[in-house]
């Protein structure tokens, strides 16, 4: 099933949902990643080490040095990877309320991750963007 490319209906039909937890961005050695105790939520090898984005209690419980704790919001819609414009105008809106953002994009969805105490005012946002407030 494609998913959407429609940037109008995207943002109509979006669907923010908030991810309960607190989540850290860590950067692991090959020798320290097997010896996480829970999955992370997502791990991508860069030339400099292994990024991961894992709950705040993984970290502390690793003593895994991270900068910021960040909340998760996932846009329910089934968004086409060659979607334009999508992102750039969530990233945008987001940006005027000064709220930085980390976007990961699966094969369905697209997953943000903002402040960790900015989320409420990220979803107060994604929801008027999408017209369901």
Known sequence: MAGMKDLGK????????VVPGEYVFCSLSNEEFPKLDKEPVLFFR???GITVIISKEEAESKSLEY???WGMITLSVHSDLHAVGF?????????EAGISLNVVSGYYHDHLF??????GKAMDILESLSGSR
């Open 10 to 17: 995207l943002l109509k039909t979006m669907k923010p949902a």
């Open 46 to 48: 860069e030339r400099e």
């Open 67 to 69: 900068s910021g704790v």
């Open 87 to 95: 992102l750039a105008e969530i990233s945008r809106h987001l940006a």
């Open 114 to 119: 903002v402040p960790y105490g900015k989320t």
